[in-house]
């Protein structure tokens, strides 16, 4: 089982802020990590996958990078609708796992 | 568009069986991977399950082996999750979510149901 640590485990910023969240790996799993976004009451979209890959329909201020153990997810100006909570996932292997969520909150 | 739509939901006693349901449209079912996902309230997101393109393989979380099953029918593009020996642990939303590709490989999510709870009370 691949254990995952993603920190901050919160975040308290203003819209305009440059927010960066991470994910560290206990093994190295190359570049198949994704990221999550999820809003309350709504289940999880797709942000990036292969670390540094932007999915379809995602704005460009967000951004990923990485490879091996860590990772991290970079929202370079932050918008009112970004206040969320945040999940890595690995899928490198079976068991998949997600990091503990990271809530991205208004200052 | 890619539609998935959860089932079965409820509230159960402990050491009872649920059966939920993922029924799928708007893309070929039999290619992709199809897993279950769920999460208890004001947690995290916890990976369950993952049953192949194919049928034929399967993986489990450590938490629910040996108590659900995962399983597909083709003809009514519709995910199964048999969940027996409940547990209040188990409470949760279980989510259906479509790989990005079939046959076990490297494939994050990149769609998903809305969810359906299941409450199982201590």
């Known amino acids: 089982v691949i254990g995952m640590t993603q920190s901050p485990s919160f975040l308290s910023a203003s819209t305009g802020d440059r927010v960066t969240i991470s994910c560290r790996m206990s093994q190295n799993i190359r570049s198949y990590l994704a990221w999550y976004q999820q809003k309350p009451g709504k289940a999880p979209e797709l942000l990036m996958y292969s670390a540094s890959t932007l999915q379809s329909g995602v704005p460009s201020r967000f951004s990923g990078s990485g490879s091996g153990t860590d990772f991290t997810l970079t929202i370079s100006y932050l918008q009112s609708e970004d206040f969320a909570t945040y999940y890595c996932?690995?899928?490198?292997?079976?068991?998949?796992?997600f990091g503990q969520g990271t809530k991205l909150e208004i200052k | 568009q890619v539609q998935l739509v959860e089932s079965g939901g409820g509230v159960v006693q402990p050491g009872r069986s649920l059966g939920l349901s993922c029924t799928a449209s708007g893309f070929s079912f039999s290619t992709y991977d199809m897993h279950w996902v769920r999460q208890s309230p004001g947690m995290g997101l916890e990976w369950v399950a993952v049953l192949s393109s194919d049928g034929v393989s399967t993986y489990y979380a450590d938490s629910v082996k040996g108590r659900f099953t995962i399983s597909r029918d083709y003809s009514k593009t519709t995910l199964f999750l048999q969940m027996n020996g409940l547990r209040p642990e188990d409470t949760a939303v279980y989510f259906c979510a479509r790989s990005t590709g079939g046959n076990l490989g490297p494939y994050p999510f990149d769609s998903w149901g809305q969810g359906t709870l299941v409450t199982v009370p201590s």
């Open positions: 996932l690995q899928y490198y292997s079976f068991p998949f796992s």
